[in-house]
């Protein structure tokens, strides 16, 4: 069985997207809503964390308000394809591994379009997953949960749990299963401070930090990269790539 986590700060969105989706499947599932429409919660992790907590399923499905995912078999489909992975850390529907493009099959945005490419009919591995929807075997979140102190305001923070699990010899995914997610997410100076603290805690690690959000050289200050030396950044990322994980 699987139990879905989400976080909302808006009902109708809520009811609209992710809901409307879970009334129409077959499997059993277990939903764990946390209303976050008063502000209770500063943080992604924080609220996830405490509802994961609450969760029985084999696997944890964190996953944004404003996503719908097909057709009504698509939560048994999910388990079956999480089941017949190996050393599953985390599996989402968009990711990256390298400088070539987000891997995903979702839909984004209003118009619908593509977000990305999957040249496989199977899960692909990748370095780091998206944060609009992604699973978590609960016996590897009941050891590793979200890091609260590093992801302290609503980003990245599937992208630190990708590289957390995978120092654990874990593996990252990316799932084929059909997802459309309303909103394309937004950059701030809070995605930037949790980005610095990301580097910081893996960089010893990774040379470069693949997200769908961007490809981040960690021996390089997250200012500089933003400045947009575009040229150089691609020529320095590709030598650093050379010991990449």
Same mark, same amino acid.
């Given at each position: ?46 609220a996830? +964390?405490? &509802?994961? /907590?609450?969760?029985? *399923? #084999?696997?944890?499905? @964190?996953?944004?308000?404003? %996503? ?18 190996? +050393?599953? &850390?985390? /599996?989402?529907?968009? *990711? #990256?591994?390298?400088? @070539?493009?987000?891997?995903? %099959? ?37 050891a ?5 102190r ?12 990708s ?16 997802v ?22 893996h ?33 320095l ?8 994980r």
């Amino acid at each position: 069985m699987i139990s879905v986590v989400c976080v909302y700060n808006n009902k109708q969105v809520l009811r609209e997207y992710l809901e409307s989706s879970l009334d129409i499947q077959t499997a059993g599932f277990e939903k764990i809503l946390i209303d976050n429409s008063q502000n209770k919660y500063e943080s992604a992790a924080k609220a996830l +964390n405490e &509802g994961a /907590a609450r969760a029985t *399923g #084999k696997y944890v499905l @964190f996953v944004h308000q404003d %996503v719908r995912f097909y057709p009504e078999t698509w939560l048994s489909d999910a388990e079956k394809m999480l089941d017949s992975l190996r +050393n599953v &850390g985390i /599996a989402g529907v968009a *990711g #990256k591994k390298d400088w @070539f493009g987000v891997k995903t %099959v979702i839909t984004q945005g209003d118009p619908p379009h593509q977000a990305g490419s999957f040249p496989s009919a199977e899960p692909l591995m990748v370095q780091t997953v998206d944060e609009c929807l992604f699973f978590v075997p609960r016996e590897v979140f009941a050891a590793v949960n979200f890091d609260e102190r590093v992801c302290d305001n609503w980003h990245l923070y599937a992208v630190e749990y990708s590289l957390s699990v995978r120092e654990m010899g874990l593996v990252a995914y990316v799932l084929p299963l059909n997802v459309y997610h309303k909103s394309m997410g937004q950059f701030s100076e809070a995605y930037y401070a949790v980005l610095k603290k990301v580097i910081g805690k893996h960089k010893k690690h990774y040379s470069i930090i693949f997200a769908t959000t961007g490809n981040w050289i960690t021996v390089i200050p997250v200012k500089i990269q933003r400045a947009g030396y575009s040229f150089w950044r691609i020529i320095l990322g590709f030598v650093a790539s050379g010991r990449a994980r």
